[in-house]
C-alpha cells in the first residue's frame, strides 16, 4: 500500500511510571457534568442527559508532570477559558455498556485541560451553529501522563482544582460529577461504539474562566499528580 502524503505519526499519551503510552484514538468530553458549573453557565444542571461534543485527536497535547509547558494562546479569542477535567481512558470497547460493567472498560485516568474560546463558542452558539472553532482548536486538550487503573484504582472522589498564578480557581472534588465516570461510559456507548485509545474528557467543575498571555496554570487532581503550563 501507498499513500499520496505520508500519515501522520499516531497521537499518544505516556503511561505513568512506565515507557508505554496508549494510542489515542477518539476524544470525547461531557458538557456540563458539574451542576455548580452548569449553574454559573446559566444552565438548570438537572433538565438534561449527558452531552458530548468532541475535539480532534490531535488537539491532544501530552504533558509531563512537574514541568512547566509553553503553551501557545489561540488565534482569534478574546476571551480564553481554562475548564480542568478528569480524563476517563477506554481500554476495553464495546457499545451499549450495562453502568454495572462499564468500569471494567476504563484503563485508565489523568488530568486534563479543555481549552475553550469561550467567545466564540457563545458566538455560535447563539447563531445554532456547532461548537468546533470554540472548542476544537490546536492544542485544545493538555493532559498528563495516564494512570493505570491497576494502580491508583477507580477515581470516584478526591480534590479536583485549578490555579491561575497562584490563586485558586477551581477547586471541588470529583465525586460533585452529576453523571458519573460509569453513567458517562454507558450513555455514551449508546451513541457510539467505544474502542480502546478514546479518551473522555468527564467535565469541569465551577470557576471557569479567563486566563491571559504570560499567566501560568496550576492543575490537578488528587492522586494522578499535577500539570503546569506557561500561556505565552
Known amino acids: 500500500m501507498s499513500y499520496v502524503f505520508s500519515p501522520p ?19 470525547y468530553c461531557v458538557g456540563r457534568n458539574y451542576a455548580a458549573h452548569a449553574i454559573e453557565m446559566g444552565f ?15 488537539a491532544i497535547v501530552p504533558i509531563e508532570e512537574g514541568k512547566p509547558y509553553a503553551w501557545p494562546y489561540p488565534s482569534k479569542t478574546q476571551n480564553l477559558h481554562y475548564e480542568a477535567e478528569l480524563v476517563a481512558v477506554i481500554g476495553k470497547g464495546g457499545a451499549n455498556i450495562a453502568v454495572e460493567t ?64 497562584g490563586e485558586d480557581r477551581q477547586r471541588s472534588d470529583v465525586s460533585h460529577l452529576i453523571w458519573s465516570v460509569a453513567e458517562t461510559v454507558a450513555y455514551l456507548s449508546t451513541l457510539f461504539t467505544l474502542a480502546p485509545g478514546d479518551l ?12 491571559h498571555k504570560g499567566q501560568q496554570m496550576r492543575l490537578g487532581v488528587e492522586g494522578l499528580g499535577e500539570l503546569c503550563l506557561d500561556v505565552m
Request: hydrophobic fraction near 40%; proline fraction near 10%; charge should be negative.
Open 200 to 211: 473522555i474528557f468527564t467535565g469541569t467543575p465551577e470557576g471557569v474562566g479567563a486566563v
Open 44 to 58: 438548570d444542571p438537572n433538565r438534561e442527559p449527558p452531552f458530548f461534543f468532541c475535539k480532534p485527536t490531535d
Open 9 to 27: 505519526e499516531q497521537v499518544s499519551v505516556p503511561v505513568k511510571n512506565s515507557d508505554q503510552r496508549v494510542p489515542v484514538r477518539r476524544v
Open 102 to 165: 462499564a468500569l471494567t472498560h476504563v484503563w485508565g485516568y489523568a488530568v486534563g485541560l479543555d481549552m475553550t474560546r469561550r467567545d466564540l463558542q457563545i458566538e455560535m452558539r447563539e447563531m445554532g451553529r456547532p461548537w468546533e472553532v470554540g472548542k476544537a482548536f490546536d492544542h485544545s486538550a493538555p493532559i498528563g501522563p495516564i494512570y493505570p487503573v491497576e494502580q491508583v484504582g477507580h477515581i470516584a472522589t478526591g480534590a479536583i482544582w485549578l490555579q491561575v498564578d
